[in-house]
């Protein structure tokens, strides 16, 4: 069941609706920032309620207008929603909005919080025009990389470089000429990720889904994709387009019989989940299906091990009357396509405008890898079907429990839901997905736009149409008061302390702490405490005849209630199973 939970603090913004739309959180200043509808706020990450700064960023009335006149709807388009915000240095940051499909871009002044009005200027290939388009962008370097739009109509989809520190300015984009580069892209996210030791080769990779065309099969396919950082076009072919733009296919799917598998085709979002070695994050990926037979999400996960593999194995190559991509076998052309240019390599090549040109030329009709990449378990390790939402958002949180180190995942709802799910790898190697909780943290169901983690406070921030909201990674208190219940939680943030389900905190000294996450067995953990055989047990005294209401909500999913009747007369208790309704004894 969906519980309704208190919040740490909520902030709703104007009557009609907040329509938040991007989050800017910084630990290090202490401070949240919110791009929504014509406006940018300041928010406490402490508390969500304390009355934020803003600043007033509307769309110009001759632009509203226009967008009226387009047939667009007032309210949930003909506004400037601010779909971008970004740190540009030490003292400004840098936003953009849809402008009432008239895209702008700004700087804001970092220490008085103030829009510099001087500073704005066209946001075309920086920010889409829909404010209800699926769009990513990241800025590295002081150079922005964005997956968007490029007109009114939002069918010429492109990935761009703008920005940059002066002179080394240049704008880059992806070839609008060819579909089979990025066609009807829905842009989802963007992440700086090195390669190797050598700047040379440090990456930008990207993820989106688009529509693909093999014969006369049209079919939505998700795909990460790479380009350098130190891309400058080519010289005579391909300029301003990027040189070194790879493509491959994400596969989310569940190994069925006889070589039938179930796909989640459609990508939603993406978490990057970091180690030790900053350039091996761990990729969580959430999906959706396009099956018109069923509704159904799933969670993978992917290494950059297995990315990187994709990318340096062979291309795809479209030839013959059907259209298809098969595996290219002929010459492959020196430096070999997609790497960055770099000196270590050959120093005669010190930028992509010393490419020759048949690996301009090959680069442009290859784009596509031939291997696609699968999960690390080969399966999802999360699926929810048959449910009457989708997942939309991810965020993941790696816990350190008694029993070893957990991946706690926190899945956004298109039904106004979280939920904190937990995948637990048992001895056989085989995976047991656990939902902790199922938050409902919207009264009202909305889709989930937004979510940010805050590592440092412990904090859950969950950003939609309604509102932002604030919500603690732990809840240990709402596992009960008794050690078995908290064992049988199986949250890897809380323990049974000896006296109450609190925060788990690593230390030297165990004391009296009980945790089970992999087994969730009371019996093993809480053998020597009063509540080691029964939780707890209520007596209920009832009319005949009439109804009785018998409360069935456990403190955890993973704890059970059962409820016995003992009649008039009778010593005898005979088990019910009244599924949380009230009954007639």
């Given at each position: ?14 009557s009609d609706g907040l329509h938040s739309h991007s ?303 098969v595996e290219y076998e002929g010459r492959i052309p ?252």
């Amino acid at each position: 069941p969906r519980t309704l939970i208190p919040f740490v603090s909520l902030f709703l913004g104007p009557s009609d609706g907040l329509h938040s739309h991007s989050l800017l959180l910084d630990e290090e200043r202490g401070r949240l920032l919110l791009g929504a509808r014509d406006h940018i706020y300041l928010l406490d990450p402490d508390n969500l309620a304390r009355a934020p700064r803003k600043i007033y960023w509307p769309a110009s009335r001759d632009r509203v207008e226009m967008c009226k006149l387009a047939g667009k709807n007032v309210n949930l388009e003909c506004a400037n929603f601010v779909r971008a915000l970004h740190n540009f240095n030490r003292t400004h940051v840098y936003a953009c909005g849809t402008g009432a499909f008239h895209p702008n871009c700004a700087f804001i002044e970092d220490g008085v919080f103030q829009l510099l009005s001087g500073t704005v200027e066209s946001g075309r290939l920086k920010c889409p025009f829909d404010p209800l388009q699926p769009f990513t962008s990241v800025l590295a370097d002081q150079y922005l990389y964005a997956g968007t739009s490029s007109d009114f109509l939002g069918k010429d989809t492109t990935f761009t470089r703008s920005l940059g520190p002066p002179p080394d300015q240049h704008y880059i984009r992806t070839d609008i000429s060819e579909d089979y580069w990025i066609n009807e892209a829905r842009f989802i996210s963007a992440h700086p990720i090195a390669d190797t030791y050598n700047p040379d080769d440090d990456k930008i990779y990207f993820f989106f889904r688009e529509v693909s065309w093999e014969g006369n099969d049209k079919s939505i396919l998700s795909r990460v994709a790479r380009v350098c950082k130190n891309d400058v076009g080519g010289l005579r072919s391909l300029t301003n387009k990027w040189t070194t733009f790879l493509k491959a296919r994400l596969v989310c799917s569940i190994p069925g019989p006889d070589g039938v598998d179930t796909h989640f085709d459609e990508l939603q979002d993406i978490f990057l989940l970091p180690t030790r070695d900053d350039k091996n994050p761990v990729v969580y990926a959430v999906f959706t299906t396009s099956s018109s037979i069923f509704r159904g999400s799933a969670v993978c996960v992917y290494s950059m091990a297995d990315i990187r593999a994709a990318f340096n194995g062979p291309y795809a190559h479209k030839e013959g009357p059907d259209h298809r991509w098969v595996e290219y076998e002929g010459r492959i052309p020196y430096p070999r396509p997609g790497t960055c240019p770099s000196k270590t390599y050959d120093p005669k090549i010190k930028t992509t405008k010393d490419f020759p040109d048949e690996v301009v030329s090959f680069i442009r009709f290859h784009p596509l890898m031939y291997r696609s990449v699968y999960p690390l378990t080969g399966r999802p390790v999360f699926t929810r079907v048959r449910v009457d939402y989708v997942l939309t958002q991810i965020v993941v949180d790696r816990v350190l429990a008694e029993d070893g180190q957990y991946e706690v995942m926190f899945l956004g709802t298109d039904a106004g839901s979280v939920l904190k799910v937990v995948s637990i790898t048992q001895e056989n190697w085989s995976t047991e997905e656990v939902v902790l909780e199922e938050l409902q943290i919207f009264q009202v169901p909305t889709t989930i736009l937004s979510m940010e983690m805050s590592s440092k406070q412990q904090q859950l921030y969950v950003g939609s149409g309604q509102g932002l909201a604030q919500v603690s990674l732990s809840r240990c208190n709402l596992y009960g008061q008794a050690c078995a219940e908290c064992c049988l939680a199986r949250d890897p943030y809380c323990a049974w302390d000896g006296h109450t389900c609190s925060r788990y905190v690593p230390a030297s000294k165990r004391r009296a702490r009980r945790q089970d996450i992999k087994h969730g067995d009371p019996a093993s953990q809480c053998w020597d405490t009063e509540d080691s055989i029964r939780v707890e047990e209520r007596v209920l005294f009832a009319v005949q005849n009439n109804s009785t209401f018998l409360e069935c909500i456990a403190k955890s999913q993973q704890a059970q209630i059962t409820w016995f009747i003992q009649r008039p007369g009778s010593e005898l208790k005979e088990e019910k199973s009244y599924h949380c309704r009230s009954c007639l004894s």
